[in-house]
């Protein structure tokens, strides 16, 4: 699923979900440090234990994140599915 995003440097997520555990997360943009690590600590994570994780977390002033909007990306995975 390609999933845009809203309120931080990354203009997307790419994600790969297979009976709802992650296969592989793409961060477009934004810190690449930061967006490689979450992507390889979430793979192999159910999908509802990665939103559990990662909702509500900011960044700096913004009322979000890259792991933030990473949560409302599988959010709305789950509603579609």
Do not use: W
């Not at 809203?6 to 555990?21: L, M, P, T, Y």
């Not at 793979?43 to 994140?65: F, P, Q």
């Amino acid at each position: 699923m390609v999933f845009k995003t809203k309120g931080v440097c990354a203009s997307q997520i790419n994600i790969e979900i297979e009976d709802d555990i992650i296969k592989s997360v793409e961060f477009v943009g934004g810190c690449s440090g930061n967006s490689q690590g979450i992507a390889r600590l979430t793979i192999g994570m159910h999908v509802n234990e990665v939103i559990d994780r990662l909702e509500g977390v900011t960044c700096g002033y913004k009322a979000t994140s890259c792991p933030d909007q990473l949560a409302k990306a599988l959010k709305k995975y789950q509603a579609e599915h």
